[in-house]
């Protein structure tokens, strides 16, 4: 069954009119837009369990709860929806499958059954994740899983947890396998791979990462219900077993995996930063260069989440001269997006207003990780407010800010018409403002001993520092709610009754998603295959030859 993103009779692109077609459907775009849908779901899930924990943590005392059990699966539900539900789908999903296949040229994924397959296993992940608010055994052991408590009664049911995991993971793995063949052998003729958009160069490098290390975290979590259910020992010490193997497994993918959600979202923010700035990326193949040395570098850091965890001296050691050296490709993408700004003739448009806000939330977590590194300093701060304030500016803020610039950057190609300015805007600086009131006090806190994860702080009553940071972090969380849920009200109104885009490349971009298709792309994105001439690249804005259109529909082109 092929796609249903054609074309009308009247040349226009159409979309899915029936259930039937969307459910069915193998087009890569449709198959974009169910991951989008299923990230947002995800990401206003996983943010009512955010809103529930800050303001049971607004003052001393309960608030709307004095059930361990509930805040615990709050806890769980925001770390493990908002990562795998929201962050990975969104960017791997909705960028890798809408955008990706049409900056090279490509008329659709690789393989587009297995396409259709990795996003419904993606729905199955997530509505079987949702059963866990109704559930009456509902898992409460944090997305991290960590034995021993995960092996016990209390912790709930540990299999709906590995089995969550695990078919995420295997739509990852299908995902990944189906995107990198596209790449590489469906980019369009004359486009090589230096001529690639970053946003391309990311998104490929995350999904080697995702297929090395998904199958590492799969077994990881395979295993403790393996111990749980049927008697195993791996991680139970009373048998032999030792809890800190889970915890080098976990942590062997899960912080690749925070360079899987790093690196899209950084090519998000390099291609509305060269788009509005009207600037080649600045030294595009050191960049370039940049993002996949993350997949060696990546692989030799996970110790720095054990610090304290009793692991040898000569381990941590090492491991503290590895995550510096992280720094080092990362500071260079840095650089690259600040050079690419540098003398441009920049439109501070509203998706520029969102990757701004990212660059600069990207920054202060950037800079807070350093002395994290250090596991002198480690020790002081460990499993306290200062780690989790740094991981959300990091990863988890910044990454949130760059997907939403993303999706408001390809609305007009997605829905043919545009947000309004004014409220995108708008909203870019109300969860700006928000986010920054809602962590930024949280770094005093942890510094002054606040430990992360307690639902309450009694023992800190007297301490004014720790008070105040829940206090004024609890009103950043009413207007970053405020800003959130006027951002999706902007994008329905949008949707439904927004201007008419009256060209199919509002934002003046080189890349072939806008300048080769329609407003809205038909089927097979174009309307005869495409190439590129020589001189063509993605960032040249001053003399870059057009895309050229096969004259025979009937020649299929492809990567040469």
């Given at each position: 069954?092929?796609?249903?993103?054609?074309?009308?009779?009247?040349?226009?692109?159409?979309?899915?009119?029936?259930?039937?077609?969307?459910?069915?459907?193998?087009?890569?775009?449709?198959?974009?837009?169910?991951?989008?849908?299923?990230?947002?779901?995800?990401?206003?899930?996983?943010?009512?369990?955010?809103?529930?924990?800050?303001?049971?943590?607004?003052?001393?005392?309960?608030?709307?709860?004095?059930?361990?059990?509930?805040?615990?699966?709050?806890?769980?539900?925001?770390?493990?929806?908002?990562?795998?539900?929201?962050?990975?789908?969104?960017?791997?999903?909705?960028?890798?499958?809408?955008?990706?296949?049409?900056?090279?040229?490509?008329?659709?994924?690789?393989?587009?059954?297995?396409?259709?397959?990795?996003?419904?296993?993606?729905?199955?992940?997530?509505?079987?994740?949702?059963?866990?608010?109704?559930?009456?055994?509902?898992?409460?052991?944090?997305?991290?899983?960590?034995?021993?408590?995960?092996?016990?009664?209390?912790?709930?049911?540990?299999?709906?947890?590995?089995?969550?995991?695990?078919?995420?993971?295997?739509?990852?793995?299908?995902?990944?396998?189906?995107?990198?063949?596209?790449?590489?052998?469906?980019?369009?003729?004359?486009?090589?791979?230096?001529?690639?958009?970053?946003?391309?160069?990311?998104?490929?490098?995350?999904?080697?990462?995702?297929?090395?290390?998904?199958?590492?975290?799969?077994?990881?979590?395979?295993?403790?219900?393996?111990?749980?259910?049927?008697?195993?020992?791996?991680?139970?010490?009373?048998?032999?077993?030792?809890?800190?193997?889970?915890?080098?497994?976990?942590?062997?993918?899960?912080?690749?995996?925070?360079?899987?959600?790093?690196?899209?979202?950084?090519?998000?923010?390099?291609?509305?930063?060269?788009?509005?700035?009207?600037?080649?990326?600045?030294?595009?193949?050191?960049?370039?260069?940049?993002?996949?040395?993350?997949?060696?570098?990546?692989?030799?850091?996970?110790?720095?989440?054990?610090?304290?965890?009793?692991?040898?001296?000569?381990?941590?050691?090492?491991?503290?001269?590895?995550?510096?050296?992280?720094?080092?490709?990362?500071?260079?993408?840095?650089?690259?997006?600040?050079?690419?700004?540098?003398?441009?003739?920049?439109?501070?448009?509203?998706?520029?207003?969102?990757?701004?806000?990212?660059?600069?939330?990207?920054?202060?977590?950037?800079?807070?990780?350093?002395?994290?590194?250090?596991s002198a300093v480690d020790y002081g701060i460990s499993d306290s407010y200062v780690i989790m304030s740094h991981f959300h500016y990091v990863m988890a803020v910044s990454g949130g800010m760059a997907i939403f610039a993303g999706v408001f950057y390809w609305?007009?190609?997605?829905?043919?018409?545009?947000?309004?300015?004014?409220?995108?805007?708008?909203?870019?600086?109300?969860?700006?403002?928000?986010?920054?009131?809602?962590?930024?006090?949280?770094?005093?806190?942890?510094?002054?001993?606040?430990?992360?994860?307690?639902?309450?702080?009694?023992?800190?009553?007297?301490?004014?520092?720790?008070?105040?940071?829940?206090?004024?972090?609890?009103?950043?969380?009413?207007?970053?709610?405020?800003?959130?849920?006027?951002?999706?009200?902007?994008?329905?109104?949008?949707?439904?009754?927004?201007?008419?885009?009256?060209?199919?490349?509002?934002?003046?971009?080189?890349?072939?998603?806008?300048?080769?298709?329609?407003?809205?792309?038909?089927?097979?994105?174009?309307?005869?295959?495409?190439?590129?001439?020589?001189?063509?690249h993605p960032y040249n804005y001053i003399d870059n030859p057009a895309p050229v259109f096969e004259p025979h529909p009937g020649h299929t082109g492809g990567h040469h």
């Amino acid at each position: 069954m092929s796609g249903f993103m054609g074309h009308e009779p009247d040349g226009k692109p159409g979309q899915p009119k029936t259930v039937k077609e969307w459910v069915f459907t193998l087009d890569h775009k449709v198959i974009g837009v169910w991951y989008l849908i299923g990230a947002i779901a995800s990401f206003i899930v996983a943010g009512l369990a955010a809103s529930a924990m800050r303001i049971e943590l607004g003052s001393v005392g309960p608030d709307i709860t004095d059930n361990g059990d509930i805040y615990n699966l709050w806890l769980t539900m925001h770390g493990a929806v908002m990562i795998l539900g929201f962050q990975i789908p969104a960017l791997l999903g909705f960028v890798a499958n809408w955008a990706v296949p049409i900056m090279v040229g490509g008329k659709d994924m690789a393989f587009p059954r297995v396409n259709a397959m990795s996003v419904w296993l993606l729905w199955s992940g997530i509505l079987l994740a949702l059963m866990n608010l109704v559930i009456p055994d509902s898992y409460n052991g944090m997305w991290t899983g960590y034995p021993p408590y995960s092996l016990t009664d209390a912790v709930g049911n540990t299999a709906l947890y590995s089995s969550v995991v695990i078919i995420l993971g295997m739509s990852s793995v299908f995902g990944a396998v189906n995107l990198a063949c596209t790449v590489a052998f469906m980019r369009c003729k004359g486009m090589g791979w230096f001529q690639m958009p970053l946003t391309v160069w990311c998104v490929f490098t995350a999904n080697v990462i995702q297929l090395i290390f998904v199958p590492v975290l799969a077994a990881s979590v395979l295993l403790l219900s393996l111990d749980k259910y049927l008697g195993f020992g791996f991680y139970n010490p009373e048998v032999g077993g030792d809890v800190l193997l889970y915890q080098n497994l976990f942590w062997f993918y899960s912080h690749p995996a925070v360079y899987v959600i790093l690196l899209p979202f950084m090519g998000i923010l390099f291609e509305i930063f060269a788009t509005s700035a009207r600037n080649d990326v600045f030294n595009y193949k050191a960049t370039v260069w940049s993002v996949i040395a993350f997949i060696p570098v990546s692989s030799d850091v996970w110790v720095h989440h054990a610090y304290v965890a009793g692991l040898p001296d000569w381990l941590r050691l090492l491991q503290t001269f590895t995550t510096l050296l992280i720094s080092l490709p990362f500071g260079l993408l840095m650089l690259s997006l600040t050079g690419t700004m540098y003398r441009g003739a920049i439109r501070y448009t509203g998706p520029m207003w969102w990757a701004v806000a990212a660059f600069f939330m990207l920054i202060i977590g950037a800079l807070t990780g350093i002395p994290n590194a250090l596991s002198a300093v480690d020790y002081g701060i460990s499993d306290s407010y200062v780690i989790m304030s740094h991981f959300h500016y990091v990863m988890a803020v910044s990454g949130g800010m760059a997907i939403f610039a993303g999706v408001f950057y390809w609305f007009p190609k997605l829905t043919g018409r545009m947000c309004n300015e004014m409220m995108t805007k708008l909203t870019a600086a109300g969860f700006f403002i928000g986010m920054n009131l809602v962590m930024g006090p949280l770094y005093f806190a942890g510094i002054e001993g606040m430990p992360r994860r307690y639902m309450d702080y009694q023992m800190f009553a007297d301490n004014a520092t720790i008070t105040s940071a829940h206090h004024w972090s609890t009103i950043g969380l009413y207007i970053t709610f405020v800003s959130a849920l006027l951002m999706i009200v902007v994008w329905l109104h949008g949707a439904i009754a927004g201007e008419k885009a009256t060209s199919a490349n509002p934002w003046g971009s080189q890349s072939l998603e806008f300048t080769a298709t329609a407003i809205i792309p038909g089927q097979g994105n174009f309307p005869t295959p495409v190439s590129v001439p020589e001189g063509w690249h993605p960032y040249n804005y001053i003399d870059n030859p057009a895309p050229v259109f096969e004259p025979h529909p009937g020649h299929t082109g492809g990567h040469h």
